[in-house]
Antibody
Framework: QVQLVHSGAEVKKPGASVKVSCKASGYIFSDYYMHWVRQAPGRGLEWMGW????????KYAQNFEGRVTMTRDTSISTVYMELRSLRSDDTAIYYC??????WGQGTLVTVSS | SYELTQPPSVSVSPGQTARITCSAD??????SYWYQQKPGQAPVLVIF???ERPSGIPARFSGSTSGRTVTLTIRGVQAEDEADYYCQSVDTSAADFSDTYVVFGGGTKLTVL
């Protein structure tokens, strides 16, 4: 069965960076794009971008261009999302998702001084 | 990119029919998807490609389209259907996925009275 397993919760200070991982299993990793979606407390879903695991191509939402980098390691079927210059409003749950059917459990990133 | 507009809230009594709309401001509309999200949980796909229902989703959930509006209908609403619902589509100008952005609606809180 398809599983997407996230790395653990993070607490960061403003201005720092965070790198969240998502390990996929149960399917051929390179066959499906992986998306990152975040959800701030009490807010809606916000799409951040996708990565093509086959070749590493990426597409980022305009809101995150220049501040986010998505990468992958095909040897361990894992995708990564790095967000830089963190602000308090980046506090959110960050999900990887093989849209539309499979979502990870999410990683809570808290940005606080 | 374009926007998907949902009503912030919908309220129905148990056994009644709930309809949640999602309007696109794009002239051409791509397939839409609907997710159900309960507190503390990742989103769950309930409708894909406008009208299709994944296995395991009760038949009381259905999707329909009319012009630039898609609608999620829940017939015979049950208390367990109380959740946030999100529509999702894509903004693309490419024949393949290389220039594709994902768009989420703002979400609708369904309250079962």
């Amino acid at each position: 069965q398809v599983q997407l397993v996230h790395s653990g919760a993070e607490v960061k200070k403003p201005g720092a960076s965070v790198k969240v991982s998502c390990k996929a299993s149960g399917y051929i990793f390179s066959d499906y794009y992986m998306h990152w979606v975040r959800q701030a407390p009490g807010r809606g879903l916000e799409w951040m971008g996708w990565i093509n695991p086959k070749n590493g191509d990426t597409k980022y939402a305009q809101n995150f261009e220049g501040r986010v980098t998505m990468t992958r390691d095909t040897s361990i079927s894992t995708v990564y999302m790095e967000l830089r210059s963190l602000r308090s409003d980046d506090t959110a749950i960050y999900y990887c998702a093989r849209l539309s059917e499979y979502w990870g459990q999410g990683t809570l990133v808290t940005v606080s001084s | 990119s374009y926007e998907l507009t949902q009503p912030p809230s919908v309220s129905v009594s148990p056994g009644q029919t709930a309809r949640i709309t999602c309007s696109a401001d794009a002239l051409t509309r791509q397939f839409s998807y609907w997710y159900q999200q309960k507190p503390g949980q990742a989103p769950v796909l309930v409708i894909f490609k406008d009208t299709e229902r994944p296995s395991g989703i009760p038949a009381r959930f259905s999707g329909s389209t009319s012009g630039r509006t898609v609608t999620l209908t829940i017939r015979g609403v049950q208390a367990e259907d109380e959740a946030d619902y999100y529509c999702q589509s894509v903004d693309t100008s490419a024949a393949d996925f290389s220039d594709t952005y994902v768009v989420f609606g703002g979400g609708t809180k369904l309250t079962v009275l």
